[in-house]
T-cell receptor
Framework: EAGVVQSPRYKIIEKKQPVAFWCNPISGHNTLYWYLQNLGQGPELLIRYENEEAVDDSQLPKDRFSAERLKGVDSTLKIQPAELGDSAVYLC?????????FGPGTRLTVT | DQQVKQNSPSLSVQEGRISILNCDYTNSMFDYFLWYKKYPAEGPTFLISISSIKDKNEDGRFTVFLNKSAKHLSLHIVPSQPGDSAVYFCAAIRSYNTDKLIFGTGTRLQVFP
């Protein structure tokens, strides 16, 4: 069974530029999560989807971050414009009731 | 406010000995606890979990103990192996599918020969 797929794995951009991350969850998993992980910290939830509905986006900085999960499968997380403080690892995870399964993450560096 | 705390950023253990990773939490409403393991350049991988109605859960070399009165849980790995070298995250949740996982800051375990 394929795991959670994320792309790109690494991204370097200049501040004020836009950036997008893509996630393909495990087949059949209705719940999808985007997490932010800063260096030396644990993952922090940005947004959670149940199918195509965002059921918890309270931690998503909506002035610059947006996400979508069209058709309830793949999801895209976008930052526009990026700031220096957005440099981090962005993790996608999916679940079907029990434990969450994480993808490898996208390491974003904003210069 | 850090609701889940892992006060030891690192731990070094000799192969074959026991590794004990600790985690403290502040929210008494948490009712499910999980441990994740993370290798460099990979996402966290689920390791073992425990419900608040239990005080111990065992899976092979891994055992998690929960002390609700102390708001403390620990992960025991015995015997430790070099392949166990990774960052271990403790996480907690109030009720599955309706709430979010709260992660600790992680403990880097190094198992040396």
């Amino acid at each position: 069974e394929a795991g959670v797929v994320q792309s790109p794995r690494y991204k370097i951009i200049e501040k004020k530029q836009p950036v997008a991350f893509w996630c393909n969850p495990i087949s059949g998993h209705n719940t999808l999560y985007w997490y932010l992980q800063n260096l030396g910290q644990g993952p922090e939830l940005l947004i959670r989807y149940e199918n195509e509905e965002a059921v918890d986006d309270s931690q998503l900085p909506k002035d610059r971050f947006s996400a979508e999960r069209l058709k309830g499968v793949d999801s895209t997380l976008k930052i526009q414009p990026a700031e220096l403080g957005d440099s981090a690892v962005y993790l996608c995870a999916s679940s079907q009731g029990q434990e969450q399964y994480f993808g490898p993450g996208t390491r974003l560096t904003v210069t | 406010d850090q609701q889940v705390k892992q006060n030891s950023p690192s731990l070094s253990v000799q192969e074959g000995r026991i590794s004990i990773l600790n985690c403290d939490y502040t929210n008494s409403m948490f009712d499910y606890f999980l441990w994740y393991k993370k290798y460099p350049a990979e996402g966290p991988t689920f390791l073992i979990s425990i419900s608040s109605i239990k005080d111990k859960n065992e899976d092979g070399r891994f055992t998690v103990f929960l002390n609700k009165s102390a708001k403390h849980l620990s992960l025991h790995i015995v015997p430790s192996q070099p392949g166990d070298s990774a960052v271990y995250f403790c996480a907690a949740i109030r009720s599955y599918n309706t709430d979010k996982l709260i992660f600790g800051t992680g403990t880097r375990l190094q198992v040396f020969p």
